[in-house]
């Protein structure tokens, strides 16, 4: 498995000429040539740069009017997406998968049909131009065909990948599932992590950290294809399916054991292992060190008993092992931005204004908002502090469950990869890190009375807001903090570490109901059949969050996307997924039910709109979700995958 991506840091058209690339976006955001910020950053340069840039010196001495602008446009720069290729997926093939013939239903069917179509008009390659001259062009030179979620968002996304890998799997297209985590992998040895997004102007931030379930999920598929393989040849048999093609990937499933194929034969998904294993620990270095990594101490313990329970954190290991330990690293988000996206250029700079910062607690915001995105959660109540505005968003003082609950099982991931590929070293050092980062999480985020981890605030800090729910009218919240509360708050907790990290926080959970709150139980923070882990699915069961239209992200209505009434196709998936591992009594027909729900909800939507949608409304069967900084988007890459994946599994 070739990742073939250059070993240098690419040069892009920012890094290259970063004062003018910045002043053409100022003038083009000013002038409000395009309704969507990202249009024109996402436009290839036609020219060679320094052609681009005395244009560019010649126009600020003529003078930049709006018609001049647009011409200097016009004559500089392609339309977005000008610069990808479409392309069929690796293997493609227009059968639907054979599972799709044992739905009932016929309409079930004709759907999962179509939507497996959508995988060729989702699948796209950088052009030539973009490889032989990636001054020109904000997207990264990735070597393999790829999936873009569709509409704006037309390049490959890091988190997105994972149920678009999913679904891919579902489809019976391993090789463009091993593509994608080709090209992910890649721009580990680059960038020394995943960006958020395969373009320049990403490379300040990560998302979730998904990335070993990618490998996991992929080399579980490449397991099973390898042993139907086998057991085709031995038996002297084609393996034609009901569809007279030979069955691959489409009938295998994807499961989390990453012994799943034999120690002998397995040659394919070991040479997969060895590969991605040293850029898996790269990547969780990079969330692991730096300003991502903060050291937290306990008080009185978190509201759960703490490690001292012993039952059901640390993937089934009985207690976390913390002894009287009293300081736990853990992660949060952190992006490398104190200035506005070039994505968002104008949307972040209303912000700001509109808040009437100075230049310090810009910046601060800046760093905020940039990190919000880093979450995926962009944006949300989840990361206001001291009000209820996007003015009010503390990303970088909030150590979030989500993350840290992907972080143990990256962890996990590791050891089991290593075991595998007998590296007894590596396995215990990370099984021993999943093990204390388990323990972190039960002494501090786990709430018995709400049965969920919470994320904690770093203090000290303004104390949460306390904001409106689904039902309720708007709460007033404590005034927010100011910048010297922030730089207060930056020097009480600590001197700066050499490692660039602040020192030790205490902490306090944070309140509210967020989906968020129940992703440790799908990467299992608690033991299945443990009674944590059937404490939190019935702490899910009666959050409030399962409706007939899906899962609510939150109970707040804020208008912002990663709130209520939407529903996320990623956060319905793990959330079906840990309910039925948990082993809690009732909890495996809760999932069916929610599984149900979102694929009820994309069949009705299908129907009234002819599209799968990035988010659905969890109030409204078939609604489409609304709100945030962008208009509703179709396609689309992660809804796919995980409508695919449960269609797969529960039916319609």
Known sequence: MDVGLPTTPLQTTQLNSQATWHEIIWKVSDAGLFADSKHFVDCPVLRPWELVAADWEQLK?????????????????????????????????????AWLAGLP?????????????????????????????PDRHTLLPLPQPFIVPGDRFRECYNWDSYWVILGLLASGLLPAARQLLTNLLGLVDVWGFVPNGAR??????????????????????????????????????????????????????VSNNHSSSNSTGGTETETLLREALPRLIAHHGYWTSGPKLVRVRSSAGGEGGGAGSGDGTGGGQEGGGTGERTVFELSRYHAELYEPRPESFREDLNLVEGAGLGPEAARALYCDIASAAESGWDFSTRWFVGGDSLAHTRTTQIVPADLNAWLYRTELDIAHMAARLGDSATRDAFAARAAERAAAMDLLMWSDADGCWHDLLLQPSPAPPSLRQATDGAATAPPPATAKA??????????????????VYPTQQRAGVYASNWVPLWCGVAAPGSSRAVAAAAGLRSSGLLQ???????????????DAPNSWPPLVHMAVEGLERSGAPGAAEAAAGLARSYVAGCRAAWGATGHMHEKYDAMVPGGVGRGGEYVPQVGFGWSNGVLMTLLRKYGA
């Open 105 to 133: 239903e016929e309409e079930a069917r004709a759907f999962g049909a179509a939507v497996h179509q959508l995988w060729k008009t989702l699948c796209r390659k950088v052009s030539s131009d973009v490889l032989a001259n």
């Open 200 to 253: 320049a102007y990403y490379t300040n931030r990560s998302q979730p950290p998904l990335l070993s379930a990618m490998v996991a999920a992929v080399a579980a598929a490449t397991a099973t294809a390898q042993e139907e393989s086998r057991g085709r040849e031995g038996a002297g048999a084609t393996g034609v399916n009901g569809n007279g093609r030979a069955q691959s990937a489409s009938g295998a499933g």
């Open 61 to 97: 001495v003529d003078g930049v009017t709006q018609e001049a602008l647009k011409c200097f446009i016009a004559s500089n720069f392609g339309p977005p997406g000008s610069d990808l290729e479409a392309v069929l997926p690796a293997s493609w093939h227009e059968e639907p998968p």
């Open 486 to 503: 922030v730089e207060a708050q930056e020097e009480d907790a600590g001197a700066v570490q050499e490692d660039g990290s602040a020192g």
């Open 548 to 562: 007939p239209g899906g899962l609510l992200t939150s109970l707040c209505r804020s208008g912002q996307q990663w």
